[in-house]
């Protein structure tokens, strides 16, 4: 206390507007605490209270801390929440220009000051959260980010879109962007789970062989569309759609080991099961007679594989598809093809000429054939068949052994004139009567 005021004394005194102020400077480092910044232009009362000079505390919190005692500019009420260690973040200077914050003397949380007034806040496009900024940010830099994802509220794409942090890569299977459904916040791959009600894309595009399980070596040939048959819970077991096989290749599958084959009554065929099977069920089988070959139908129906002749057939080596259909066995629909001899139509019996049930036809008058007479010389009957008057005479069967023809009357025998034009047909083998 004497020295100071023996200083003051040395330095002179001098009064002006009620204050006690120093002719000279007085050198404050001598006692460790230099005067510097605002602090030289401010008045010593205003540290010295009440001329008490000895024992004059040297933090900052004591005069700017609202107390009283000493009168000076305090931290105003919106001040963040500190520690009151000031000189951490002030200069002498001025109280304004903050240099730098320690932010290791900050109490209160990071967003009571980066609120976007006081100082830089989260940006618009920032991923939305609820955490603090000391959550994933250091004090260093704002850059540098030790993410949390425990308090984010949003879905992952608001931030993993590839432009603000990693999104999906270009090979990434087509899904939607709900990433939590599948990754994990620790790391991107393995994927923790695979929730398949995400992907988009059809299954082949990751079952592949390569990004996941594909179609073993053994597998049925079919198509690549995995969940007509499969679930997303398991491979097995497959619920069939045989919608995806392609035509002809039942066999494959339907060996008797993979799937159910061929019974040991089954008939002979190499003809895959589709042509007479469908994919609902065995039986009832329908052939389908399109794909068979004209004339083989003896190949298959030949009394053991399928239907043959029974005892009673009409005796012939003719194709079972020269005389009947392939939709049913009767009628049979056998058409004469024979000039010599015009189709009869339906309505004569085959037994009606072909006496002997086969193929060899016994003509009833030989010397007429093979004209119409050959069988019909017997139902001629000359009275209706006038060749020509003066005199009266008639054709005989050998005239009109073609009873398809022409029989004209005539005036006389020289057939020059005719009388009574008939060109004909008058009988033809459509007609269901003479």
């Given at each position: 206390m004497k020295r100071l005021m023996l200083g003051l004394l040395w330095c002179g005194l001098q009064f002006g507007s009620g204050w006690l102020q120093a002719a000279e400077p007085y050198d404050h480092s001598i006692h460790g605490y230099p005067l510097e910044g605002a602090h030289r232009d401010a008045p010593c009362e205003s540290c010295h209270a009440r001329g008490v000079f000895e024992l004059t505390p040297k933090e900052c919190s004591t005069?700017?801390?609202?107390?009283?005692?000493?009168?000076?500019t305090a931290r105003s009420l919106g001040h963040p929440l500190t520690t009151n260690n000031c000189e951490a973040c002030h200069i002498t200077a001025n109280w304004i220009a903050v240099p730098y914050v320690e932010h290791g003397e900050v109490i209160g949380a990071c967003s009571s000051c980066h609120d976007g007034?006081?100082?830089?806040?989260?940006?618009?496009?920032?991923?939305?959260?609820?955490?603090?900024?000391?959550?994933?940010?250091?004090?260093?830099?704002?850059?540098?980010?030790?993410?949390n994802h425990d308090d984010i509220s949003s879905n992952c794409v608001s931030c993993h879109n590839g432009i603000d942090a990693t999104g999906k890569s270009p090979s990434h299977v087509l899904t939607t962007d709900v990433c939590e459904d599948c990754h994990s916040t620790s790391f991107w791959e393995p994927v923790q789970?695979?929730?398949?009600?995400?992907?988009?894309?059809?299954?082949?595009?990751?079952?592949?062989?390569?990004?996941?399980?594909?179609?073993?070596?053994?597998?049925?040939?079919?198509?690549d569309t995995c969940d007509d048959c499969h679930t997303t819970s398991a491979w097995l077991p497959a619920v069939f759609d045989h919608q995806g096989v392609a035509a002809g290749s039942c066999a494959t599958c339907h060996n008797g080991t993979t799937a159910t084959g061929k019974d040991a009554q089954h008939l002979s065929t190499s003809a895959s099961c589709d042509l007479c099977h469908s994919?609902?069920?065995?039986?009832?089988?329908?052939?389908?007679?399109?794909?068979?070959?004209?004339?083989?139908c003896s190949s298959c129906h030949d009394g053991i594989t399928a239907t043959g002749q029974n005892v009673g057939h009409f005796q012939t080596s003719r194709s079972c598809d020269d005389c009947h259909d392939t939709s049913f066995w009767t009628p049979d629909l056998f058409v004469h093809s024979s000039p010599v001899y015009?189709?009869?139509?339906?309505?004569?019996?085959?037994?009606?000429?072909?006496?002997?049930?086969?193929?060899?036809?016994?003509?009833?008058?030989?010397?007429?054939?093979?004209?119409?007479?050959?069988?019909?010389?017997?139902d001629f009957r000359a009275g209706p068949h006038k060749q020509h008057e003066n005199p009266d005479v008639s054709y005989t069967v050998a005239d009109l052994a073609d009873c398809t023809s022409?029989?004209?009357?005539?005036?006389?025998?020289?057939?020059?004139?005719i009388q009574e034009l008939r060109p004909g047909p008058e009988h033809s083998p459509a007609r269901q009567e003479w």
């Open positions: 005069c700017h801390d609202r107390s009283g005692l000493y009168a000076d007034l006081r100082a830089e806040g989260r940006p618009v496009d920032h991923p939305q959260t609820t955490a603090e900024c000391d959550t994933c940010h250091i004090d260093a830099s704002w850059s540098v980010i030790n993410f789970q695979m929730d398949h009600s995400q992907v988009l894309g059809s299954c082949v595009s990751c079952h592949d062989g390569i990004r996941a399980t594909g179609k073993t070596a053994d597998h049925i040939l079919s198509d994919t609902i069920a065995w039986i009832p089988a329908i052939f389908d007679h399109s794909e068979v070959t004209a004339g083989s015009p189709d009869h139509g339906n309505r004569l019996d085959c037994t009606d000429c072909h006496s002997g049930n086969a193929e060899m036809v016994t003509w009833t008058s030989p010397a007429y054939q093979p004209d119409c007479a050959g069988c019909h010389a017997n022409s029989c004209h009357v005539y005036t006389d025998s020289s057939l020059s004139t």
